[in-house]
């Protein structure tokens, strides 16, 4: 059983004791904590916090330790109920609010729970910020308010249904390309919010919808990450209901995949790959991804003649890249799409809307898309090692050891060679290197991840 506290929230499991687990007891206290940062933050004599949470079990049991603990700091609340991570995202500046919370463990399994925190814009904090609510914790620095001086909750459950036309309003969203299509689409929403949206979504853009796990129980039916091998139901339905593609999100929301119509999965990578091919083609510009996230992008974005830029991996450090580069489209390999014509968050309804524009307009099957971009492979690797190791001293001799090559620092080790690419991180919580690489067959990069491997342990002694 865990807790992790971090600058961007925390996160834990439900149950266990204080301190050690996302408990009823933890859940108030890190309420309390970004409420009352938020009060010195604002300064304002009133302040309002926008509240959404997805499908999870505890859910509601979080939800209400949340919203009565900001009401008590006198923190007027407006509860959105069951909703999405970039739904919140949107309502906040749209409310005028001083802040959000979501309570999503994203795509973490089910005995997960998490308060995900917002700024004024309807983004995630920075790190100083979260420093701050941290040290507010630590010391239990909270000063609730008086009988007279307690905050209001006012309840709004249409901001699903408010995302999904401002979606439709972008631009770029072709909604009679899109009927016109025809298509049909096989949804996986894990059992949680984007069960509603995705459907409701689609239903509005004349696609005919097959749902898989579209009830908002709680009850993951798989793990709810989308990564391949859990994915085989929805993968063998596409092939089975003859649909064009098939859908897929965690229960925030916030990441998207695409089963191409032969039930082949499309590739996380490849999502904000073929939404920024859509959106340069319209809009020439540049992007931004984090470091660990496919060369694809590049690729795509110099064949546009845009410029390609990679952050440090975390969502609130491609925001400020993107911001700093004038980024059209952006976000991360993990299927994360951020599109700022609509707002600086992770949004599958915009990938979503973008993806079916271009297929519609492209008139080709979902797998011949695919294999109309770059073909990459990735490993993904980790090396345990003894507390004892000094990892940014390996980190250093890495750098120094390929210092002939293009290196990048800002977030570990990341080497780019001509063909391929490695990025060397540890992990902020135990004593871990991971290893990714990046390289035209699946051979070549797990051929280089064994190699820089044997010279981590090598420099290491292990």
Known sequence: MTLIKSISGIRGTIGGKVGDNLTPVDAVKFASAYGTWLKKHSNKEKNTVVIGRDARISGPMIHNLVVNTLLGLGIDVIDLGLSTTPTVEVAVPMEKADGGIILTASHNPKQWNALKLLNEKGEFLSGADGEKILAIAEAEAFDFSD?????????????????????????????????????????????????????????????????????????????????????????????????????????????????????????????????????????????????????????????????????????????????????????????????????????????VALFLTHLANKKMKVSALRASYPEYYMSKNKIELTPQIDVDAILVAMADKYKSENITTIDGVKIDFAENWVHLRKSNTEPIIRIYTEAATQQLADDLALRIIDEIKAVAGI
């Open 147 to 351: 009988v007279d001086s307690l905050g209001e909750i006012t309840i709004n459950d249409a901001y699903m249904d408010i995302h999904i036309d401002e979606v439709l309003n972008l631009p770029l969203v072709d909604i009679e390309a899109v009927k016109a299509a025809n298509f049909k689409v096989v949804v996986d929403g894990v059992n949680s919010s984007g069960g509603i949206i995705v459907p409701k979504l689609l239903e509005q853009m004349g696609v005919e919808v097959v749902k898989l796990y579209c009830e908002p129980n709680g009850h993951f039916p798989h793990n709810p990450e989308p990564l391949k091998e859990h994915l085989t139901d929805i993968s063998a339905l596409v092939v089975e209901e003859k649909a064009h593609l098939g859908i897929v999100v965690d229960p925030d929301v916030d990441r998207l995949a695409f089963i191409s119509e032969d039930g082949e999965m499309f590739g996380e990578e490849y999502t904000l790959v073929a939404c920024a091919d859509f959106v340069l083609s319209k809009t020439p510009g540049n992007t931004v991804s984090n470091m660990s996230s496919s060369r694809a992008l590049r690729d795509v974005t110099v064949a546009h003649g845009g410029s390609y830029e990679a952050s440090a991996v975390g969502e609130v450090n491609v925001v400020e890249l993107m911001k700093k580069n004038n980024a059209i489209i952006g976000g991360e390999g993990n299927g994360g799409i951020i599109y700022p014509e609509l707002h600086y968050g992770r949004d599958s309804l915009v990938g």
